[in-house]
């Protein structure tokens, strides 16, 4: 006898399958016996779980659902995206051209962890610059990223210590000279990591959480003051600035004519702070921020036009 195995579900149940053969029941049967035609939704659900018009059955007299009414939802939803049509756009730093300096910076939270999810990811081994803090990297590990070298390199004593850093420049570009500078006290400790390319001066930075912040200011200003031209501060201060009282520090970093870049209330943790920042003089330059699935923090890409 041609019988084949099959097993019955609620259109409902079925939503989201995608099936090979699909033998739809176009009516229902309530407690009275009496039947009735299905909902259109629940007939379009129904039919659309199969993969060709060749696997779908239909179990029953066929009759045609009457069209939407003209206050329906999904219709009057259809209509306006058929007038206002979206323009979407994406970009990663593997779409800018080489007439631009790209720079990736993230609070790695142990590079040597994370060493295979960043080599594959084309956003930022695309980029000018590779930059790190929390790399949790000690003197014996040996990591490559192909296409790199690597500027400057700060060693942790235990993987559980935030204090390292990590600069990785693009082999197509001229080795920078690179200038580190730290403070700490038993409470926390900081650093600012420098270099210049592109008659452009780079700022990378780090706070810990319980580090002075007048101290951390401090340096900011000597570092800041040395430099002369366009300047990019960035990194993980650990200073909240989607929270008003936190505006002070907006302030001194206006003192310098630097703005930040991204929009503060943006957050830049999986904890909804925004305590990785940047910020700038530069007027021509982009910047946006990229999610990645292992690290706490997103990653800050820039984009910078080459003089």
Not at 144 to 165: K, P, Q
Request: proline share 5%; charged share 20%.
């Amino acid at each position: 006898m041609p019988l084949v195995a099959a097993n019955a579900m609620t259109i409902a149940k079925s939503q989201g399958s995608s099936l090979p053969c699909v033998v739809v029941s176009p009516t229902t049967q309530g407690k009275s016996g009496r039947k009735s035609a299905i909902k259109r939704e629940e007939l379009y659900v129904g039919c659309s779980r199969a993969t060709s018009l060749e696997g779908l059955f239909i179990n029953g007299t066929f009759k045609k659902p009457a069209p939407p009414k003209p206050n329906d939802v999904v219709t009057k939803e259809m209509e306006n995206l058929k007038n206002r049509p979206i323009q979407f756009s994406m970009l990663f730093l593997q779409d800018f051209t080489a007439t631009q300096t790209t720079v990736f910076f993230m609070n790695a939270q142990s590079l040597k962890k994370h060493h295979k999810d960043i080599i594959a990811d084309s956003c930022p081994m695309s980029s000018s610059f590779l930059a790190f803090v929390e790399p949790h990297m000690i003197e014996d590990d040996d990591l490559e990223f192909n296409g790199y070298r690597y500027a400057h390199r700060s060693n942790s004593s235990n993987r559980h210590r935030s204090d390292g850093s990590i600069l990785l420049v693009h082999e197509s570009l001229n080795y920078p000279t690179v200038h580190v500078e730290t403070f700490s006290h038993e409470a926390g400790h900081c650093l600012c990591v420098s270099w210049t390319h592109e008659n452009i001066n780079f700022i990378m930075s780090y706070r810990s959480p319980k580090c002075s912040i007048t101290a951390f200011k401090r340096m900011i200003t000597n570092i800041i003051e040395e430099k002369e031209g366009d300047v990019l501060f960035f990194g993980d201060i650990n200073i909240d600035l989607s929270k008003s009282e936190n505006q002070p520090f907006v302030d001194f970093m206006a003192s310098f004519n630097m703005e930040s870049k991204l929009n503060v209330n943006e957050h830049t943790t999986d904890s909804g702070t925004h305590i990785d920042c940047l910020f700038s003089n530069v007027t021509a330059m982009e910047a946006c921020l990229y999610e990645t699935y292992y690290s706490h923090h997103k990653a800050i890409c820039m984009i910078l036009p080459k003089y």
